[in-house]
């Protein structure tokens, strides 16, 4: 069993991948939350603490979501546009939710727009221009969640969240697998009924910096 | 959109049921039949749904490769070429699999070798290919025989390496690899090597599933990474890499991508555990005296542990199914009691003792040896001969006919 646990950074100049620190992926039904299997059940309610903590709450949809290349797609999109709905109801005043997509992936030098766009190569930027301090990854192939997660952790303070369509993200501190639009509508609808129980860290954040 | 749940129970063009695999694997009826590795290939690969085999003769795996293409005219197989090279072959494997095909090939020794560069660039692309390796001699003066080296190398290519013994393994093994590497958190090439000559050209009885029965097809939109696209990494890396950008962010950007390869093999360990019942097989490792071994050299350390017990030695074993992902843990368990660990090879640098010495605690108690290499058998009369050594007794010496 690893003591290793996956938290917001900065880590390491480069920090290990956490499935080569023995954190394992989540089965069907469940989630992990720093690299700990739990119930999905919880995961919800911690997703919806963190978002409703944070000062600039984001989501980073991918391409998966991004375009109508299949029904499922649109419907998701049609989700993930509900919660951030939600998100900009149900947050304070000082707090401003984001919604950055991931259009694809290609490297862009010298450097991508860190307003209009997250890139997995270089994913920091947007984090810190828009001192981004709780995110969600959605709609994003597994692989360059993957790398915008380590890369995250390594060199932001950023609490990651993945809401993964296949079998979950280790390098985030909280993920769901099997991602659907019932899903996303659930943690929604956490987001709601906590409403006013969490106080946001709105003094204190350090602003993913 | 392909999904594969939805085509399980119905038929392909051959009239062969898409059938779940953990089923057809394991609850299906199963025939022996008495074949050769290289016919056990071909009999496997009937049952594999696969798109596109890339052929190119090297001993000793043309005989599958050929028999594969009968596959092909026979409709079991999607495409089927020969490519101008290994390196061509594993490059235009790439591309098969880069386009959402599952994809089959074959090679051996300075084949391996000469398509090297592939291999890496397949890991990294999450191209989940499955090559089988026979592996024989690489160096110079030639040699076409068994001969384990080039394994070695493909330890640290990213890609999943496995070592069958028997032609069951590889029966079994070629089907249940693409259910490890096609795992959307795994999605990494299978190396599947097996000892040239001994498995492929030696008949055995192997216990096939029904041939009427398939694994249901490849969906590549469950991929990591999207599928051709030419403006998106990993193809656009290929032509436009991070490597030629000299700032830090592209440096920490491969170093990620090389990361996510390696966790993606430690994240098939699970998957590899549920599918071929675990990284090791053990027989009797409370025993002071353990043979740990790989391939077919696990065979003749069995014979080896017959041998022994007729003379009241008692010697247990650790059989190494997999080499990447490279079961640590379960060798430390399994060695935990050992007092001497000896670890027979058929190659001349001894690379499995090396990585078994670079896991366990008091690794002075691993043997590197006995080792054979350039197509020699290993008699298992060798194997006794060095235990019993190590345990102090008189032995006759095997090499020579005087004495």
């Not at chain 2, 000559?197 to 097809?217: E, G, I, Q, W, Y």
Request: charged residues 20%; contains cysteine; proline residues 8%.
């Amino acid at each position: 069993m690893t003591q290793y646990r996956v938290l917001p950074g900065p880590e390491h100049f480069l920090p290990p991948s956490a499935a080569s620190m023995g954190i394992c992926l989540p089965n069907p039904g469940e989630a992990h939350i720093n690299g700990v299997i739990v119930p999905e059940e919880k995961a919800y309610e911690e997703a919806a603490k963190q978002f409703l903590m944070a000062k600039v709450p984001t989501l980073f949809p991918g391409p998966l979501v991004l375009w109508a290349w299949n029904e499922k797609a649109a419907k998701k999109a049609t989700a993930i546009r509900h919660l951030y709905n939600t998100l900009k109801e149900c947050v304070q005043p000082g707090q401003t939710p984001m919604l950055i997509p991931m259009p694809d992936y290609r490297p862009k030098y010298p450097k991508i727009n860190p307003e209009v766009e997250i890139n997995p190569n270089h994913p920091n930027l947007t984090i810190w221009h828009n001192k981004i301090d709780c995110c969600m990854f959605i709609g994003v192939h597994c692989h360059q969640a993957n790398l915008s997660l380590k890369i995250i952790r390594g060199g932001t303070s950023c609490y990651t969240i993945a809401m993964c369509a296949q079998a979950g993200h280790e390098d985030a501190m909280l993920s769901f697998r099997d991602a659907s639009v019932e899903k996303i509508m659930r943690l929604a609808d956490t987001v709601k009924r906590l409403k006013g129980t969490v106080t946001p860290r709105l003094t204190s954040a350090k602003n993913g910096a | 959109m392909a999904d594969t749940h939805s085509v399980i129970g119905t038929k392909n063009k051959k009239g062969q049921t898409f059938t779940d695999t953990w089923k057809m694997m394991n609850e299906a009826p199963r025939t022996p039949s008495f074949y050769t590795g290289s016919e056990v290939i071909k009999e496997a690969l009937r049952r594999a749904s696969c798109d596109v085999m890339i052929a190119y003769p090297i001993t000793p795996q043309s005989e599958a490769a050929a028999l594969i293409g009968e596959l092909f005219a026979e409709g079991y197989i999607g495409d089927y070429f020969r490519g101008e090279s290994e390196f061509a072959v594993m490059s235009q494997c790439a591309g098969a699999a880069f386009g959402g095909a599952r994809v089959f090939t074959t090679t051996a020794g300075p084949g391996t070798m000469r398509a090297m560069e592939n291999f890496p660039m397949w890991s990294g692309a999450r191209l989940p290919i499955q090559m089988i390796v026979t592996c024989r001699g690489i160096n110079s003066p030639l040699s076409i025989q068994p001969d384990t080296l080039e394994i070695a190398y493909l330890l640290n290519t990213g890609m999943l390496v496995w070592h069958a013994e028997t032609a069951q393994d590889f029966f079994d093994w070629i089907l249940k690899g693409y259910m490890v590497s096609e795992e959307p958190d795994v999605h990494l090439p299978l190396a599947l090597c097996c000892d040239g000559f001994f498995v492929t050209h030696t008949k055995d009885v192997v216990n096939l599933t029904p041939a009427d029965m398939c694994l249901p097809p490849y969906d590549p939109y469950r991929s990591p990474v999207p599928c051709m696209d030419m403006e998106c990494p990993p193809v656009r890396m290929m032509r436009d890499p991070f490597v030629m950008k000299s700032n830090y962010i592209s440096y920490a950007t491969h170093a990620s991508w090389q990361q996510e390869v390696w966790a993606a093999v430690e994240r098939s360990r699970k998957h590899t555990i549920k599918w071929i019942n675990g990284l090791i097989e053990t027989e009797n490792t409370d025993a002071e005296v353990l043979i740990v071994s790989s391939g077919t050299a696990v065979s003749q350390g069995r014979e080896a542990i017959r041998l022994l017990e007729d003379e009241g030695i008692r010697c247990g074993l650790v059989k190494i199914k997999s080499l990447r992902p490279w079961p640590g843990e379960e060798i430390r368990e399994a060695t935990k009691n050992a007092k001497h660990i000896i670890v027979p090879e058929f190659n001349v640098t001894g690379w499995l003792a090396k990585e078994i010495k670079a896991t366990i605690p008091n690794s002075d108690r691993v043997n590197a040896g006995p080792r054979v290499c350039g197509g020699m058998t290993m008699p298992p009369e060798i194997i006794v001969s060095e235990i019993k050594n190590l345990l102090g007794m008189r032995t006759m010496s095997l090499a020579g006919r005087g004495s």
